[in-house]
Structures are given as structure tokens and as C-alpha cells.
């Protein structure tokens, strides 16, 4: 693939810039991509081009903060968040993973104890006042400073990640998850009071069955039934992997059908993580659908999303994801737009994906 004219990301931004919000056909964020690898600068000039306006990326509790008398260690999210505003991409960061010395697990949720509750408080409180309005990063790279960069705080935070799936979360729990995001969201609140709350994502149909793992509409509706729940999150965040578009409109809808019968029709809808591999091994992995079916999916799935945006109240949707990673699960080794590697080698699904973000414009 020819390299891209320097020009053309900068006249593409200028050009989307000029879009009034009101004439947008989704709301600005609405395309975003969940990168598996380290990103650079050229990474996400070449996804600005593209359209996409969110990167959704993990900000880990473990990595930032590996010992309990250690301060935090901000530096690898503050160049995520410093590249990703030079090209006015916004950042959701998904607050995950427990450190040992807090939990002994980074897949064992804070909530076990008064002590690991402060930890985690103390930690969320830490990144909104950093990242968020009003934050100490963009203060530091105000205009006039040695580094000024666009002011893009973030305005979302995720809690967790598929909570309930064994291998993110365990032990899985509606209930600990609920008390979770309480302390989450006052922390929270404490920096932005009109940030935005967002559930972590739920992996739609896992195969595991309780206790390892809870379907994503069974655990809402248990999450639902905890005592004042409800006032602690803004969004709820679906993953609706799936052997084709049929099946993830019915895990799309299943969840929406859900939020409805617990009276909450006003929260928002993210879809956090969504995508099919390019390689081709349907009988070991569903999501594997080849070069031209992942495409296609991607087609059909922007297709449903897209028309039932409105009635979904459907916020964002990110692709999993940029490029392939070789040795990581099966389905991550072909799920890229682009294939492994430090040069841009698209796949049908890239091109297929740029079509779809232009006839949203």
C-alpha cells in the first residue's frame, strides 16, 4: 500500500472539524478501535485519516502503581494520551487489574476488604485528576509549555473489563462487581462530576457456565437487582463476539431488552470490543471467518448498528482490532484491520471499514 501523503491527515482532520455536531449522523467518538499492540504516532495519524475518533485502551492498576509504597507511574498512559491528542483522538481507558500486593490477583476485583477498597479509590481518584477535566496532564502541556499538545481530556472511564468471564474476573460476582462500581464512580465523581461511568464490557455468550463464567443478560439483570446500582453508571458496555451478524444483533438486543425491563431506557449503549478474525478455522474458532468474511461482517455489523443507533442509544462501537498479534489467543492473531507488523499491510476488512465510516459522514 502506497504510504499516505503527509498532507492528507491533516486535511482530513481539518475537514471533519468543520462538521457541526448537530449535522453528523453519529455523535463525535462514535468509530473507535482497540489496539492489541503498542501504538505510535503513525498508527493513529493513519486512524484519524480514517475516521476514527477513539482509541479504547487499558489503564492498568498493576502497572501503574506496583507496590503499595511506590507513587504512580504514569508515564507509559501520558504518551498514549499525549499521541493520541496531537491527532484529537480520545482515549477510553479501562480501569483493570489488580496488583498482587492489593488482591493477590490481577483478576480478583478490590472489594474484598476496607484496605483494598481505599487502594482502588485512591487509584481512580489518581487518574481523573490527571487525565480528566481540569487534569494535571493537560496543564502541564498547556499552550506555552515546552510540550503543548490540544486539550482532550478523557470523559469516560471504564470500570473493569468482561466481569463476567473467568478470565478477566474470578472470582465472577453481579454482586461484588455492583459494590465495585459504587466506589468506582465516587471516586469518580469527586474529580468530574459529569464524567461518564461506563460498565466494563460483558463478553455476550460465553461458553463457560457459572461459576466461571455468567451470560452478558443474566449478569445485568443480577447486576440490576443490587440496591442502588442504577445510580452508579451512565452506560452499560456489551463485547457481542459472534459466529456472524445474526447472533450479535441477538446478543445487541438481548442486552437492550434488558436495560428496558429494569426501567432504564435513558443509559447508553457502547459496544467496546467487536470483531471476526481473517484467518479460517470455524470449527475451532467462530469468530475465524477469512479475508473476505471478516470484511463482510464488519459490513453487515456497522450495517445493523448503524441503522438501530437511535433506538439502541448506541454511544460508540470499537473494532477489535488494529493489527494482528501472532502468539497471542487464536482469534487475536487474525482479528487486525491490518496485518502483523511494523508496516501498514491492510486487509479487505480496512477498506471495508473506511466505506462504512464515509457513509456515515
Not at 507513587?71 to 483522538?89: L, N
Not at 477469512?290 to 441503522?307: I, N, P, T, V
Request: one cysteine or more; charged letters at 25%; glycine letters at 10%.
Amino acid at each position: 500500500m502506497r504510504r499516505l501523503s503527509p498532507s492528507l491527515p491533516l486535511l482530513l482532520i481539518a475537514l471533519a472539524l468543520l462538521v457541526p455536531a448537530s449535522a453528523r449522523a453519529v455523535p463525535r467518538g462514535f468509530f473507535g478501535i482497540v489496539p492489541q499492540t503498542r501504538i505510535d504516532r503513525e498508527d493513529l495519524a493513519r486512524m484519524r485519516a480514517g475516521g476514527v475518533e477513539t482509541i479504547r485502551m487499558p489503564l492498568s492498576w498493576k502497572g501503574t502503581q506496583p507496590s503499595p509504597r511506590a507513587g504512580y507511574s504514569w508515564a507509559g498512559f501520558d504518551a498514549t494520551v499525549a499521541a493520541a491528542a496531537r491527532e484529537r483522538i480520545e482515549v477510553l481507558p479501562v480501569l483493570a487489574e489488580a496488583p498482587g500486593w492489593a488482591t493477590g490477583s490481577s483478576r480478583r476485583m478490590p472489594v474484598f476488604s476496607g484496605r483494598q477498597r481505599r487502594a482502588w479509590t485512591e487509584f481512580v481518584e489518581a487518574a481523573v485528576e490527571r487525565y480528566g477535566r481540569g487534569g494535571e496532564f493537560w496543564d502541564e502541556h498547556r499552550p506555552g509549555t515546552k510540550e503543548p499538545l490540544p486539550r482532550v481530556p478523557i470523559r469516560a472511564w471504564q470500570i473493569w473489563n468482561e466481569e463476567n468471564f473467568f478470565y478477566f474476573t474470578k472470582p465472577v460476582s453481579p454482586g461484588r462487581y455492583a459494590r465495585l462500581l459504587k466506589i468506582s464512580d465516587r471516586a469518580i465523581r469527586r474529580g468530574d462530576p459529569r464524567a461518564d461511568v461506563v460498565l466494563g464490557g460483558l463478553f455476550a455468550n460465553p461458553k463457560q457456565g457459572p461459576p466461571a463464567a455468567m451470560d452478558a443478560v443474566d449478569f445485568l439483570d443480577q447486576l440490576y437487582r443490587s440496591p442502588g446500582v442504577k445510580a452508579s453508571f451512565d452506560a452499560v458496555a456489551l463485547h457481542p463476539y459472534a459466529a456472524d451478524v445474526g447472533e450479535l444483533r441477538l446478543a445487541v438486543e438481548g442486552v437492550r431488552a434488558t436495560m428496558a425491563r429494569h426501567g432504564d431506557r435513558r443509559s447508553q449503549l457502547y459496544v467496546t470490543e467487536m470483531g471476526w478474525g481473517s484467518a479460517y478455522n470455524p470449527r475451532l474458532v467462530a469468530f475465524e471467518v477469512g479475508l473476505q468474511g471478516q470484511a463482510r461482517e464488519l459490513r453487515g455489523a456497522y450495517g445493523y448498528l448503524l441503522s438501530n443507533r437511535r433506538r439502541l442509544r448506541l454511544a460508540q462501537v470499537d473494532w477489535f482490532t488494529w493489527k494482528d498479534l501472532q502468539g497471542s489467543c487464536a482469534f487475536c492473531d487474525s482479528s487486525g484491520l491490518f496485518r502483523a507488523g511494523a508496516r501498514f499491510k491492510p486487509k479487505p476488512a480496512w477498506h471495508a471499514f473506511l466505506g462504512v465510516i464515509r457513509r456515515a459522514r
